[in-house]
């Protein structure tokens, strides 16, 4: 016989009014477990009702669970909202990552109030017992179906940094880095991006020996010990993500000399092989721009030399030859050879960067006739480069504010801090024996509000406005802020980086009810 509203009243009357004799009532609260299976009134009363009593029939906790986990999987939405804002009343004890776990795999609704419910009751359990929860959680990252697996990591990556310290206490934070590593075992590349975020805002890991740990775990990733294979948009993309969030983690006590040593080794000798993940993407630049922003921070070089070398060879490669004269002193090529100011930035910053620790490396480790070359090159580019100066101070002139914030001038501002930074650098290699002292802030790094373009035209030692004064570099720059614009001269479009490529490995589960 179907239990009836009357009969849920009357037996809620029973229980309430036992008191201290509440546990002699089994019988009661069985029929209030038995109003799962009535009409849509019994069901909303009986998801109230049954977490109320629920902690007086320890014997009975598992049909009670089982039977509010059927009203959450209720096809009336009304009734599952209800009973999942009852759930956290389960969470006692040895029962927590049992509901951490069931409300990880609701997550999959898409019934936008459902599923607002189903955080805000995860979050209130995570105050009761946040390593127990945890439990759940990763129980269903490592084992339950994508889309959970999906938006429980999601849910990590934008909440945990919203807890309290005496919720996220050390243990607790100690034991996400140690099951994050589990899952980081068998990632896509968003997921790998996500629990990056995680593992880095833990209070835990923000020292030297917790950030050298953070960049550990990326390097595990990078697949740093296996050669590159250029022509793969999806081992280009894994080392492209992982770069990006080792970058924020370097500083002068955690080096970056293995992405460094990898990058010269080899991304740089197949450099125009690399195929692009994104299509917007210039794959080249990217790299480019990644090597030279982790440069400052690479400790001692194992092979330092070679890598110079390396670096040499590539600015021989973006830095063109003047054109040849012909008898009457007109060029005799049809056009002026393009300069490819953002590339070149970066390889000089880099090789700036390196050639500090090793100085002599253009006088006694380049041949006669390569340096030669390189010579040429730079004055024939230094030319260039102040006739470019010139046209931008011109064409910036007195502009401020909203002057400087249409498109075309942002782009002209980018450019001059490119220029200037190029600038101040080649000035250091003409020094005799060449100089490193030099310092630069690379042109992608985010305006300061305060920068304007000087009206009056700097003398030559002014070139660098205010490049070459001394800034110390963040340990964790802001890569979300920078900014990507090339100078009209050049062939090569901006980018907007990609991200979301499988890292491989991760198939799809299934799974049946939630349990």
């Known amino acids: 016989m179907a239990v009836t509203i009357e009969d849920l009243y009357r037996n809620y009357g029973i229980l309430a009014d036992a008191k201290e004799n509440l546990s002699q009532h089994k019988d009661a609260y069985q029929v209030i477990l038995d109003g ?25 906790a598992d049909a009670a669970i089982n039977a509010q986990l059927d009203l959450c999987e209720d096809e009336d939405v009304s009734i599952r909202r209800q009973a999942i804002k ?25 019934d936008t109030a459902e599923f607002n419910q189903v955080n805000a009751a995860l979050i209130s359990i995570f105050k009761m017992d946040a390593k ?89 990733q990078a697949f740093l010990e296996q050669a590159l294979n250029p022509a793969d948009p999806d081992t280009v993309d894994r080392l492209l993500q992982c770069t990006r969030q080792a970058l924020p983690l370097f500083s002068k006590n955690v080096h970056s000399t293995r992405f460094v040593t990898y990058f010269c080794e080899h991304v740089l000798p197949n ?11 210039d794959i080249q630049l990217e790299v480019l721009k990644l090597l030279a922003e982790m440069s400052p921070f690479c400790g001692d070089m194992e092979k330092l030399e070679a890598n110079l070398n390396m670096l ?42 390196l050639g500090k620790k090793l100085p002599d490396f253009l006088l006694d480790k380049v041949d006669a006739e390569r340096l030669k070359d390189f010579k040429i090159k730079l004055q024939y580019f230094a030319r260039g480069l102040q006739v470019y100066i010139r046209q931008l ?49 690379l042109s992608w790094k985010p305006v300061q509000k305060a920068e304007a373009v000087a009206p009056k035209r700097p003398s030559g030692e002014e070139m660098g406005s205010g490049a070459s004064t001394k800034k110390q570099i963040s340990p964790q720059p802001r890569r979300d802020a920078r900014q990507i614009y090339n100078p009209p001269s050049e062939q090569r479009g901006g980018f907007r980086g990609g991200r979301g490529r499988s890292f491989g490995g991760r198939g799809n589960r299934s799974r049946g009810r939630i349990y």
């Open 86 to 110: 009852e759930l956290p009343r389960f969470a006692t004890g040895e029962n927590i990552p049992r509901v951490a776990d069931i409300l990880t795999q609701l997550l999959q609704t898409d």
């Open 271 to 281: 450099l125009s092989a690399l195929t692009s993940p994104v299509a917007e993407l």
């Open 312 to 353: 040499f060879t590539k600015l021989l490669e973006f830095m063109p030859l003047p054109p040849e004269e012909v008898e009457n002193g007109e060029n005799s090529a049809s056009e002026e050879p393009k300069l490819q100011f953002s590339y070149v930035e970066c390889l000089l910053y880099s090789f700036h960067q």
């Open 36 to 60: 799962v299976k009535g009409g849509p009134k019994e069901k909303r009363l009986a998801a109230q009702f049954i977490p109320k009593f629920f902690s007086s029939f320890p014997e009975l």
């Open 393 to 441: 101070r011109v064409a910036l002139q007195g502009k401020t504010g909203d002057a400087l914030k249409t498109e075309e001038n942002k782009i002209k501002v980018v450019a001059l801090k490119i220029t200037n930074n190029i600038n101040v650098l080649i000035k250091d290699l003409f020094h005799n024996p060449p100089s490193y002292k030099s310092t630069v802030t």
């Open 132 to 220: 127990g929860t945890l439990g759940g959680l990763f129980s269903q990252i490592l084992q339950g179906e994508d889309i959970v697996r999906e938006r429980a990591i999601k849910f990590l990556s934008a909440k945990l940094k919203t807890l309290p310290e005496d919720v996220m206490t050390k243990e607790v934070e100690e034991y996400v880095f140690a099951e994050t590593k589990k899952v980081m075992e068998d990632v896509t590349g968003e997921e790998f991006v996500l629990l990056m975020r995680v593992v880095s805002g833990l209070r835990v890991l923000q020292t030297v020996n917790g950030r050298q740990q953070l960049v550990e775990l990326v390097v595990e």
